[in-house]
T-cell receptor
Framework: KNEVEQSPQNLTAQEGEFITINCSYSVGISALHWLQQHPGGGIVSLFMLSSGKKKHGRLIATINIQEKHSSLHITASHPRDSAVYICAVEMYSGGGADGLTFGKGTHLIIQP | DTEVTQTPKHLVMGMTNKKSLKCEQHMGHRAMYWYKQKAKKPPELMFVYSYEKLSINESVPSRFSPECPNSSLLNLHLHALQPEDSALYLC?????????????FGQGTRLTVV
């Protein structure tokens, strides 16, 4: 069983729609990251969360530590939001930074 | 400067070649990472360097050899690769102490082994 589960795997929506991508994890974590990957490969960090909620422009990320669940929301979606959105977690470690464990990603297409 | 710079962007190499991938950051981060990403799959951790010392090797074959000459630079030396090693190789960095710190990724090197 993958330690990080994302849903949906694929999502196609119309411009302007409100988008929600979900992430569940099964291990204790020190932080959860939402990342964006465009075709061509580069990954951009959107949010790093250890509790609560963060907002940046049209993007909102929330995390519920007790339920081991996080959501990424996009308001007023736009075709330029089309990308793969990846949830990744940092697991507890006594040694410091140990790298990220990634979900399989959500392929989002926003149609004009 | 919040960039992680990877070179080259694309690399084609034969199975007998020796090549190196380079990654550089000037954010003062003391943790640097190599990830491998196959098409339509999530990235997988290969190596972690913390304060220029290798702290995790995720059982990567010896044909991949990492090197961290200083706190800003990370190399991945490649030798006798196989076609199945073709992938996107991503470098990332973060602050070491301070669990739960933002990760910064490079644009990746797309490697093709022929």
């Amino acid at each position: 069983k993958n330690e990080v589960e994302q849903s949906p795997q694929n999502l196609t929506a119309q411009e302007g729609e409100f988008i929600t991508i979900n992430c569940s994890y099964s291990v204790g974590i020190s932080a959860l990251h939402w990342l964006q990957q465009h075709p061509g490969g580069g990954i951009v960090s959107l949010f790093m969360l250890s509790s609560g909620k963060k907002k940046h422009g049209r993007l909102i990320a929330t995390i519920n530590i007790q339920e081991k669940h996080s959501s990424l929301h996009i308001t007023a979606s736009h075709p330029r939001d089309s990308a793969v959105y990846i949830c990744a977690v940092e697991m507890y470690s006594g040694g410091g930074a140990d790298g990220l464990t990634f979900g399989k990603g959500t392929h989002l297409i926003i149609q004009p | 400067d919040t960039e992680v710079t990877q070179t080259p962007k694309h690399l084609v190499m034969g199975m007998t070649n020796k090549k190196s991938l380079k990654c550089e950051q000037h954010m003062g981060h003391r943790a640097m990472y190599w990830y491998k990403q196959k098409a339509k799959k999530p990235p997988e951790l290969m190596f972690v360097y913390s304060y220029e010392k290798l702290s995790i090797n995720e059982s990567v074959p010896s044909r991949f050899s990492p090197e961290c000459p200083n706190s800003s630079l990370l190399n991945l030396h490649l030798h006798a690769l196989q076609p199945e090693d073709s992938a996107l190789y991503l470098c990332a960095s973060s602050q070491v102490r301070g669990m739960g710190t933002e990760a910064f990724f490079g644009q990746g090197t797309r490697l093709t082994v022929v």
